[in-house]
């Protein structure tokens, strides 16, 4: 099991960009794929993308080309570099380690994409 905190969130104008931190204590970080999550109120959990312990990348379909994650194992850190931002971007985005199911989850950063 890894902690993880979450940071980097915050109001943006559409257009713009926000980078999301994911800060994890443990030993084991680099052998952990990595995600990141966002939910927005009256709709379920969506991924938004993945990256596995050997730097392969996934993106849901409605933030490819525009949302790009990455990791450093040296600093136990993965990061969701988010530019072009659209208000339907707006949510809690949540970092997991490990899978959904039995994954360990963070607490959450509220992005708000608002003119």
């Known amino acids: 099991q890894v902690q993880l905190v979450e940071s980097g969130g915050g109001l943006v104008q559409p257009g713009g960009s926000l980078r999301l931190s994911c800060a994890a204590s443990?030993?084991?970080?680099?052998?952990?794929?990595m995600a990141w999550y966002r939910q927005s109120p009256g709709k379920q959990r969506e991924l938004v993308a993945f990256i596995t312990n050997g730097g392969l990348t996934n993106y849901a379909a409605s933030v490819k080309g525009r949302f790009t994650i990455s990791r450093d194992n040296a600093k136990k850190t993965v990061y969701l570099q988010m530019n072009s931002l659209k208000p339907e971007d707006t949510a809690v985005y949540y970092c997991n380690a490990g899978g959904e199911r039995l994954g360990s989850w963070g607490q959450g950063t509220q992005v708000t994409v608002s003119s």
């Open positions: 443990g030993s084991s970080f680099s052998i952990y794929a």
